[in-house]
């Protein structure tokens, strides 16, 4: 982390409305006890109204508003094309929380800066992104973070349907179409599938059980040596 994205984050972390020590800091943004004391002594000779003590705990003294965020015009439009580029070809639910970041983001911004924010002139264009491939993302996407098994009708390229039961693993992008990795039971292997192939995708109340021997690790490893890559 950048000192002046650490310096910030202790800011937010600081302004939440109770004392933290400087051990809670230091574990909280990943550094050593002495670097958060040096951090704070920054801030506080730079005129940020920190109260306490080393030892004690500290705090923003109330009221003190920490100062917004500001970008560089590249820097908003690269947020408008990644969001962009999110309601093109994410699932809907990625989709508005997109939107309700640059939302967000334009509720802050002085009226000079918001322009940016559209990127005029950078278009990401979603020519072939059914649907059902939203929902299947979704699907897949749910199935990762809430670690559940996903019951799945595959189309392959030869148009033949087969149903599988899934542990999803991870998605990629590949500018042209997303692919899931899991391991499938029918096969007893790791498996990649096409996304947009996929004729149903649903998760299932099963969870996935650990198994070290499964994993996205191996998942990957796996797709390298098939590929022949080192």
């Known amino acids: 982390m950048r000192r ?5 984050q202790l800011l937010l972390e600081l302004g939440r409305g109770r004392v933290r020590t400087a051990r809670q ?17 920054d801030l506080a000779a730079q005129g940020t109204p920190i109260e306490g003590a080393a030892g004690v705990g500290y705090s923003l003294r109330a009221g003190y508003q920490v100062p917004p965020l500001m970008f ?12 962009a580029w999110v309601s093109a070809y994410a699932d809907d639910e990625l989709r508005h ?23 005029d002139g950078i278009e990401v264009l979603a020519f072939s992104h059914h649907p059902g491939t939203r929902r299947a993302l979704a699907a897949a996407r749910r199935g990762m ?3 559940r098994k ?9 148009e033949r349907s087969t149903r599988r039961v899934l542990w999803p693993l991870g998605l990629f992008y590949w500018g042209r179409v997303w692919t ?20 149903a995708l649903d998760t299932l109340p099963v ?7 499964v994993s996205l690790q191996a998942y990957l490893a796996q797709v390298r040596d098939d590929s022949g890559c080192n």
């Open 4 to 8: 002046g994205d650490r310096l910030f």
């Open 97 to 119: 929380a997109a939107d309700r970041v640059l939302s967000k983001i334009d509720a802050v911004l002085p009226q000079r800066l918001r322009p940016g924010l559209k990127a």
């Open 150 to 158: 996903l019951a799945a009708e595959y189309v392959d390229l030869q």
């Open 72 to 83: 560089e015009r590249d820097e908003l439009e690269a947020l408008a094309l990644g969001a």
């Open 25 to 41: 800091l230091g574990e909280r943004l990943g550094v050593s006890e002495r670097t958060v004391y040096r951090d704070i002594a």
């Open 145 to 147: 973070k809430e670690r």
């Open 207 to 213: 969870a996935i059980p650990e198994s070290p021997d």
């Open 180 to 199: 899931l990795g899991a391991w499938c039971e029918l096969r007893g292997d790791y498996r990649s599938f096409r996304i947009d192939r996929f004729a």
